[in-house]
């Protein structure tokens, strides 16, 4: 069964320090992968998403992805987080029946 | 563009009664819109596949008599928590996409469900 990775439940980063957010998936054929955000009590907004092509995304608010067949990834990063980036962050990948299959999520905090 | 827009936002009832959650897809023609559920501090669940003019797609362990879902039009789907309990207190989402190769998936706001 398909199923997205994200080892780390909660982050805790510098304002200015760079970001990386890790996501894994499981899944034979060729992937479509998203990173989405969610402020507290808020629906998702997409930052990024991957369907081919160049394998280094760029998304919304500064952030981008790398898309790594060879280790099934698609990590997220941030050169250099602002407070406002503190939230909730989930990695997916388009499921068979065209859903979306959710990691459990990376909790952002941000430190002053 | 490509904006679902979800009603209502948050919501309070009591045990035994019914909850009608709408998400419409205000520009665009959505013919599958999908339902998630997010319990506190969790990720989502796909609850089901609500398709345009036919029955909705459950996933397993989803409860179709409890969780009703009529997607009667090209922009609208609603999900009924019939005779909801305290456990069905959740966060629940929708989704649909104007076109995935172009925009991926749009979410809706949520509804923050709770039952007392």
């Known amino acids: 069964a398909q199923s997205v990775t994200q080892p780390d439940i909660h982050i805790t980063v510098s304002e200015g320090a760079s970001l990386e957010l890790r996501c894994n998936y499981s899944?034979?054929?060729?992937?479509?992968l998203f990173w989405y955000v969610q402020s507290p009590g808020q629906g998702l907004q997409l930052l990024l998403k991957?369907?081919?092509?160049?394998?280094l995304v760029q998304g919304i608010k500064g952030f981008e992805a790398e898309f790594k067949r060879s280790q099934s990834s698609f990590n997220l990063r941030k050169p250099s987080v602002h407070w406002s980036d503190a939230a909730e962050y989930f990695c997916?990948?388009?499921?068979?029946?065209?859903?979306?299959?959710f990691g459990k999520g990376t909790k952002l905090s941000v430190k002053p | 563009g490509a904006v679902v827009s979800q009603h209502p936002s948050r919501v309070i009832c009591k045990s035994g009664t019914s909850v009608k959650i709408e998400c419409r897809s205000l520009?665009?023609?959505?013919?599958?819109m999908f339902w998630y559920r997010q319990f506190p501090k969790q990720s989502l669940m796909l609850m089901a596949t609500?398709?345009?003019?036919?029955?909705?797609?459950?996933e397993q362990g989803v409860e179709k008599d409890k969780f009703l879902i009529n997607h009667a039009s090209l922009t609208l789907s609603t999900l009924t928590v019939t005779s909801a309990h305290p456990e069905d207190s959740s966060f629940y989402i929708c989704?649909?996409?104007?076109?995935?190769?172009?925009?991926?998936?749009?979410f809706g706001s949520g509804t923050r469900l709770t039952v007392v």
């Open positions: 989704s649909a996409s104007p076109g995935f190769l172009r925009y991926g998936y749009t």
């Open positions: 899944y034979g054929a060729t992937p479509y």
């Open positions: 991957y369907f081919s092509g160049d394998t």
């Open positions: 997916a990948a388009r499921g068979s029946q065209g859903n979306l299959i």
């Open positions: 520009d665009f023609q959505a013919t599958t």
């Open positions: 609500s398709n345009e003019g036919s029955k909705a797609t459950y």
